[in-house]
Nanobody, 116 residues
Framework: QVQLVESGGGLVQAGGSLALTCTAS????????MEWYRQAPGKQRELVAS???????YYADSVKGRFTISRDNAKNTVYLQMNSLIYEDTAVYYC??????????WGRGTQVTVSS
């Protein structure tokens, strides 16, 4: 079982940037995809970005052009660079690992708060 730990959240003003990190306890080399989700108060958890083993990326329309996902298999780490943050980006951000189309591990999340 891979354990995931997110870090890098915090309070930032609108227009600012944050860089989130997800560190895995084991190798993520054979994980099909690593994903970032977020959940705002009173809303469902939504997929923000994902990156496959081969490096193919996906972004939700709401973050396209502002967020960048990347992975470093040698460090068992996935990153989410968030630029031009807006109030609506405020949420708890979760990292997850996907194999055979099934999410088999979640992190505990890191809070991102954007002040308007």
């Amino acid at each position: 079982q891979v354990q995931l730990v997110e870090s890098g959240g915090g309070l930032v003003q609108a227009g600012g940037s944050l860089a989130l990190t997800c560190t895995a306890s084991k190798s993520i080399f054979d994980v099909d995809a690593m994903e970032w989700y977020r959940q705002a108060p009173g809303k469902q958890r939504e997929l923000v970005a994902s990156i496959t083993r081969g490096g193919t990326t996906y972004y939700a329309d709401s973050v396209k052009g502002r967020f960048t996902i990347s992975r470093d298999n040698a460090k068992n780490t996935v990153y989410l660079q968030m630029n031009s943050l807006i109030y609506e980006d405020t949420a708890v951000y979760y990292c997850s690992a996907l194999r055979d189309s099934i999410i088999f591990s979640w992190g505990r999340g890191t809070q991102v708060t954007v002040s308007s």
